[in-house]
């Protein structure tokens, strides 16, 4: 696959997990809102809870860009070819 393609494809996933964060959020808070009852005593907002969804999200946009960053700066451009350049062994298809 051309290196450029692959960019692509990595900045679009990335870009699609922080979108989902963006839309989640939104969601969250206007749920939170619509919610008459009180969570704690004293009337703490709970707006600005994180939650192991939106975790899952903030990091996952981070942890593909640098995994990504990683592979290339250790492999080199040959990274975007993928496994296609090195032969699979049984060990690489689950064999045991």
Known sequence: MELARVD???NG?????ESGLDFYTK???KLE???HYRRHEGGASTTASKDAISTSLDM?????RSTY???FALIGPDFSAGDGLFPRTPFMMGAS
């Open 27 to 29: 969601w969250k808070k």
């Open 60 to 64: 996952s946009s981070h942890r593909i």
């Open 33 to 35: 809102a619509q919610n």
């Open 13 to 17: 996933l990335a870009d699609a997990f």
């Open 69 to 71: 960053q990683v592979g």
């Open 8 to 10: 692509a494809l990595v």
